[in-house]
C-alpha cells in the first residue's frame, strides 16, 4: 500500500526559507498517470494548493505563492521536496503531501496523502 | 483563479438524517468536481470525483450530482463516523482550487 510522509522542521522563523520533504513508500513515482503535490491548510481554515511536480521534474506552482515556492523531485530517493523562501506568520499550517491522480480520461484528483506536518513560523 | 463557495459553513443532524451540502463554481466547471472528507488532526479523504463517481471503498450512502457551476454531495442516512467536515475542490483549471468546507457536527 503506497504512503507518503512529510518530514522537516516544525518551527522557522520568519523571513526564513521553510524546506519540507515527502517520501512516498509502496510505489513508485515514475508513473505517468500521476504528479506529486503540495497543499497546505492554516489552522482552523480551508485547503490551498501550493504546487504540482512530475516525476520528469515539470512544476506547475500557485501564482498566489510562484514567487517563493520551488518544488523538486529525487525520484532515486522517491521522494519530492517544497521550498518556501521569505515566509510570514501567514504561511503557518498543517503542509500535506499528496498524489495527483491525473488519468487519460480526464479524471483528475488528490487521491492518497500524507500525515501533514505541521509548521509554525514564529521568532 | 476559480472560485468555489459552500453552503452552508456547518450544520447539525443526527444519525439518520439525510444530509445535503452545496457547492457552487464562481464559472463553469463542467463536471470536473471532486468531494473530500477531513476528520479532525487527518488528511482529506477524497469520496467522489468527476461530480458523482464514488471512490472504490466509499459507502453508497455518499452520492455527488451537479454540472456546470452547481453541485451537491448527499449522505442518505447520517452515520456516527460521517461527523467531519467536507470540501469540493474544482479539477478543471489550476490553480487547484477548493470550497472553505462544510462542517457537520451532531445535533
Known amino acids: 500500500q503506497m504512503q507518503l510522509q512529510e518530514s522537516g522542521p516544525g518551527l522557522v522563523k520568519p523571513s526564513e526559507t521553510l524546506s519540507l520533504t515527502c517520501t512516498v513508500s509502496?510505489?513508485?513515482?515514475?508513473?505517468?498517470?500521476?504528479?506529486w503535490v503540495w497543499i497546505r491548510q492554516p489552522p482552523g481554515m480551508g485547503l490551498e494548493w501550493i504546487g504540482d511536480?512530475?516525476?520528469?521534474?515539470?512544476?506547475y506552482y500557485n501564482p498566489s505563492l510562484k514567487s517563493r515556492v520551488t518544488m523538486f523531485v529525487d525520484t532515486s530517493k522517491n521522494h519530492f521536496s517544497l521550498r518556501l523562501t521569505s515566509v510570514t506568520a501567514a504561511d503557518t499550517g498543517v503542509y500535506y503531501c499528496a498524489r495527483h491522480v491525473r488519468t487519460p480520461g480526464r479524471r483528475y484528483y488528490f487521491d492518497s496523502w500524507g500525515q501533514g506536518t505541521l509548521v509554525t513560523v514564529s521568532s | 483563479d476559480i472560485q468555489m463557495t459552500q453552503s452552508p459553513s456547518s450544520l447539525s443532524a443526527s444519525v439518520g438524517d439525510r444530509v445535503t451540502i452545496t457547492c457552487r463554481a464562481s464559472?463553469?466547471?463542467?463536471?470536473?468536481l471532486n468531494w473530500y472528507q477531513q476528520k479532525p488532526g487527518r488528511a482529506p479523504k477524497v469520496l467522489i470525483s468527476?461530480?458523482?463517481s464514488l471512490q472504490r471503498g466509499v459507502p453508497s450512502r455518499f452520492s455527488g450530482s451537479g454540472s456546470g457551476t452547481d453541485f451537491t454531495l448527499t449522505i442518505s442516512s447520517l452515520q456516527p463516523e460521517d461527523f467531519a467536515t467536507y470540501f469540493c475542490q474544482q479539477s478543471v483549471n489550476a490553480p487547484w482550487t477548493f470550497g472553505q468546507g462544510t462542517k457537520v457536527d451532531s445535533k
Open positions: 464559472q463553469s466547471i463542467s463536471t470536473y
Open positions: 509502496g510505489d513508485s513515482m515514475s508513473s505517468s498517470s500521476y504528479y
Open positions: 468527476a461530480a458523482s
Open positions: 511536480i512530475y516525476y520528469s521534474g515539470t512544476t
